[in-house]
């Protein structure tokens, strides 16, 4: 296998290792990656991968005219009218056609936020509720609702929603109480001021869902994350139209359940910290109150540890076992041939599913590496004589026995791409890891698929990465038929390196531009308008209650340390303002003794994964490289980054032990300003010392400044290799497109890396 870069504007420095997804993102231990980046597995859009795969680009892949409006996921069709609706504190509602308490609570929701933003209060009646208005000709808002949606959110319920605003009105009509929530958070996020008051602006919405399932996959096993993050998040996943958590329950680090029949799950699975029975259902109830369904997994037969920390004799190998603390896949699997581990799962599997009303249920059943099922004599003497051939025969007959455990409560099995097997009834669904050619297969196998590779947000990478990766591209091989087979797709959050402190950041707002992948029609891809609305869409999460931006200025007073001096902690916000945490899965790699002990609280859980600045500064070098704007127009950059990196050198020993990392990252940041110095001043002049040794130099000295400090690491380096390249091949773009330019030097800045 070759590296070759992630990103461009969040750029992780060469490393041996790629950053690819696994299904619970981990890699196994001794093994070699799957490679996600290969040309069957990039969605058949290599073109526009390879090119965001650079950096996020302000590339419009169909030339669409950018939004006229501040809203994410944007909707199916907008017509912006003249004038706009005053709100002021005689804004009022009615609600007319279906109502019901889900639809009422979330108008209350809704009206809540819109006075936390405006300052208003709007009218209420004696007993504190807002006020309904009598007449809807009279009210600000009107609200019709054709029908009430079920108590719990279905997979196919009409979430389809109309929204029209001129000078005298707004109404918002749906065909169910699903379709008006929606409307409600578009409403919200139209909501805007200027010098002339608040107001909503005149236009016409008609809007629905691409795909029935867009979904957060939330891991809670491997960093413990307690309710309050679960609800806030809920909170985030409806502003941005999400509609499944998938909530990922055990893992060989924690199994995060109360069982009453079963305790030692518990007792010896989650150092204490798990969901009792009533939280559970307080999440299910919170989530369908926001339209959002909830669907479990409990990973088996493989990552099994904390199943088999209380029942040790349910495992493939004797025991004893304890729940792990580092990242990795491990040995410890169920035992299929065993009766007793269906008699757990019979009994255990019943009890999630009266708490988990969804029809879905989810079984995991990735990374199983067969070596307990090896070892075993007994075991393999199963396979011989039940006719299963080999490990994967064996899996796929514990799969059915669990499915049929499942359909007895009325529950469809859901697994990870290792399931898929000609034996597996064609009502599973498979959760897509390993990219097109897993999606492909799954679907021509008759199953519906869940995509969640490209959409690891765990991985770091920029928005505009995930943004770009299409369930269902325009050139797509599938059929209708397999093409109807997509339900959607998952943004994953594994949590081997969030804290509840962190997490909301490595979530939010990246996540919303993939909602808007899964929400809106194929043809809104303008990266450039994206992350504009992205912007707008952060302040709205944080309205909401996220913590993606409030966390960042106590973890960095906390990490400069009481004696730091202000200048000293100035300085510390800008370049954290420049840097990443490094990607993929390369922090394991460069963290030594990578555990679940260590805290969460360095420079790296500071940083935000998508940086601004290094975004920007990768579109200025994008117009000087392709655009033929002037080199100078780089230099500000280097002059700011030259002083900064003097200040932080100046201020860093107020920040005692913290200012060994802060110095070195400071003087990488001082050579990155004399390699684009340098660059710049060749840059259309190709003096006779130009060559190939020049520029092979020069990606040397780029990768010295690449070298992660603290796990974080400079997104500008990657832009100033493109530059390099553009010098090297001065007056060699002849007739070549911008794009083609772009992929040329590409690849000449990212050459894949000798094995």
Wanted: with cysteine; hydrophobic share 45%.
């Amino acid at each position: 296998m070759t590296n070759r870069p992630d990103s461009f504007g969040a750029l992780a420095a060469p490393c041996d290792a790629p950053a690819v997804p696994c299904a619970d993102g981990l890699l196994p231990h001794g093994s070699t990656p799957h490679t996600f980046l290969s040309a069957s597995l990039q969605f058949s859009v290599s073109a526009m991968l390879a090119i965001v795969a650079v950096f996020p680009l302000p590339y419009t892949a169909h030339a669409a005219e950018p939004s006229t409006i501040d809203v994410m996921p944007l909707p199916a069709e907008v017509h912006p009218q003249p004038g706009r609706l005053a709100v002021t504190a005689a804004f009022t509602v009615a609600l007319t056609g279906s109502s019901d308490s889900r639809l009422r609570d979330s108008l209350t929701r809704a009206l809540h936020r819109a006075e936390a933003r405006t300052g208003l209060v709007f009218a209420r009646e004696a007993a504190g509720a807002y006020a309904i208005a009598a007449d809807a000709a009279q009210a600000s808002l009107v609200v019709y609702c054709a029908a009430s949606s079920p108590a719990l959110p279905v997979l196919d319920d009409d979430e389809s929603y109309t929204l029209e605003i001129d000078s005298q009105q707004a109404r918002l009509r749906a065909a169910t109480t699903t379709g008006a929530l929606h409307g409600f958070e578009t409403f919200l996020q139209l909501l805007q001021s200027d010098a002339g008051g608040w107001f909503l602006p005149a236009l016409e919405i008609k809007d629905r869902p691409r795909f029935p399932w867009r979904g957060l996959m939330l891991d809670v096993c491997r960093h413990w994350q307690p309710i309050e993050v679960v609800k806030r998040n809920l909170d985030g996943m409806a502003l941005a139209k999400l509609n499944v958590l998938h909530f990922h329950l055990s893992e060989d680090q924690g199994f995060r359940v109360e069982s009453k029949k079963f305790p030692r799950l518990q007792e010896f699975g989650s150092d204490g910290n798990f969901y009792t029975q009533e939280q559970l259902r307080e999440i299910v109830a919170y989530a369908a109150a926001r339209g959002i369904r909830v669907v479990p997994e409990f990973d088996i037969p493989g990552h099994a540890q904390s199943w088999v920390a209380g029942y040790p004799k349910l495992a493939s190998a004797p025991g004893p076992y304890v729940i792990e603390r580092t990242w990795g896949v491990f040995d410890p699997v169920l035992d299929p041939t065993n009766e007793a581990t269906y008699t757990l799962l019979e009994g255990f599997l019943g009890e999630m599913a009266a708490i988990f009303p969804d029809p879905y249920f989810h079984i995991g059943g990735d990374e199983n590496n067969g070596v307990q099922w090896s070892a075993n004599p007994r075991i393999q003497a199963f396979v011989k004589e039940h006719n299963l051939h080999d490990n994967e025969g064996l899996h796929a007959y514990f799969n059915r026995r669990v499915q049929t455990i499942l359909a007895a409560h009325g529950k469809k099995l859901v697994g990870w791409d290792e399931i898929l097997h000609p034996d597996l009834p064609k009502t599973a669904v498979i959760q897509s890891w390993r990219g097109a050619e897993g999606l492909a297969a799954a679907v021509r196998a008759g199953h519906a698929v869940i995509l969640s590779n490209g959409y690891y947000i765990d991985l770091i990478e920029p928005a505009a990465r995930h943004y770009v990766n299409d369930p269902l591209p325009a050139n797509t091989p599938l059929t209708a038929a397999e093409q109807a087979l997509v339900l959607g797709g998952e943004a994953t959050m594994w949590s081997e390196w969030v804290s509840p402190e962190t997490i909301d950041s490595r979530i939010w707002p990246r996540t919303a531009a993939i909602a808007e992948r899964l929400w809106s029609p194929r043809a809104i891809d303008d990266v450039t308008d994206m992350y504009r609305r992205l912007a707008f869409v952060s302040h709205r999460l944080t309205e909401a209650g996220l913590l993606h931006e409030a966390y960042r200025e106590p973890m960095l007073r906390r990490y400069a340390g009481d004696r730091a001096t202000p200048d000293a902690f100035a300085a510390l916000r800008e370049l954290v303002a420049l840097c990443e945490p490094v990607k993929g899965y390369r922090r394991t790699q460069v963290t030594p003794h990578a555990s679940q002990y260590i805290p969460l609280t360095g420079l790296a859980d500071c940083v935000a994964p998508d940086s601004v600045e290094g975004r920007e500064f990768s579109w200025a070098v994008d117009a000087v490289s392709l655009g033929g704007a002037a080199p100078a127009t780089l230099a500000s950059h280097f002059a700011e980054w030259r002083a900064l990196a003097s200040r932080v050198i100046a201020t860093a020993p107020t920040t005692g032990p913290r200012a060994a990392e802060l110095t070195a990252l400071a003087g990488q940041l001082a050579d990155a300003a004399a390699c684009g110095e340098e660059i710049v001043s060749r840059l259309n002049v190709a003096p006779a010392d130009t060559s190939v040794a020049w520029f092979e130099a020069m990606l040397a000295r780029l990768d010295r400044v690449a070298t992660p400090q603290a796990a974080t690491e400079l997104p500008v380096v990657a832009p100033l290799k493109f530059l390099a390249s553009a010098v090297r091949e001065t007056g060699h773009r002849g007739s070549l497109s911008p794009d083609a330019w772009r992929e040329y030097l590409r690849e000449i800045a990212f050459p894949p890396k000798k094995s």
